[in-house]
């Protein structure tokens, strides 16, 4: 059974610190991976979806690896924001559709 | 254009009522899915629609859910008896074509709180 776990629950750093989250998944036989931002009181937001031949995507300040081997991804935000702050979620799916399994999220707090 | 909408936006009922849940997903989109968030967790799954066919309700925790996309568009989650461990938040997602690349749309979500 796939589990997806991310460290730390909560995260907090001062503006313009460069930093990563991490997501690891028990199963390796994944479709994709994917990245979502959650602000609070809202649905999710896709960020980043890396593909599994792929080892990273990038989008913005915001950069994906994966590394299923290891059964691991990266998300590494650069020169982070106050406006970064909010809840990010990995997540795998379980069969080739939209049915994800979500990691717990880590909580980010950037400071002014 | 518009995004999923989730109505409504919070819902509070007593303990044995009869709730539902209302989604309408982005036009076009033929995948519609369910989910639930308790508070410091990550969603989890609880129904997939294809077009108008739950094609898997493998995550509805008990018979007294259930859900229904009657015409392939808007879908409806019903809870029956509710039970103060019911209280979370509903999210609903859909997208253009089900399959795992294809990029869900959330909604804000249905707080639910059962007391």
């Known amino acids: 059974k796939q589990e997806v776990t991310q460290i730390p629950a909560a995260l907090s750093v001062p503006e313009g610190e460069n930093l990563v989250l991490n997501c690891s998944f028990t199963d390796s036989a994944i479709y994709n991976l994917q990245w979502f931002r959650q602000d609070p009181g809202k649905g999710l937001t896709s960020l980043l979806l890396i593909q599994s031949s792929q080892r990273e995507q990038t989008s913005g300040r915001l950069n994906a690896s994966l590394d299923k081997s290891s059964g691991r991804s990266t998300l590494y935000i650069a020169a982070s924001q106050p406006g970064d702050s909010a809840t990010y979620l990995c997540a795998v799916p379980s069969s080739n559709t939209g049915k994800l399994i979500f990691g717990q999220g880590t909580t980010l707090q950037v400071k002014p | 254009g518009a995004g999923v909408s989730q109505t409504p936006s919070n819902k509070v009922t007593e303990k044995g009522k009869y709730v539902e849940l209302r989604c309408d997903p982005i036009?076009?989109?033929?995948?519609l899915y369910w989910y639930r968030q308790s508070l410091g967790q990550g969603p989890e799954f609880l129904i997939y629609f294809q077009g108008t066919g739950a094609a898997d309700d493998s995550g509805l925790p008990n018979d007294r859910f259930f859900a229904v996309r009657p015409e392939g568009s808007v879908s409806t989650l019903k809870i029956q008896r509710t039970e103060r461990g019911d209280s979370a938040v509903y999210l609903c997602?859909?997208?253009?074509?089900?399959?795992?690349?294809?990029?869900?749309?959330f909604g804000n979500g249905t707080r639910l709180t059962v007391t």
């Open positions: 997602a859909s997208s253009r074509s089900g399959q795992s690349n294809s990029p869900l749309h």
């Open positions: 036009s076009g989109h033929t995948a």
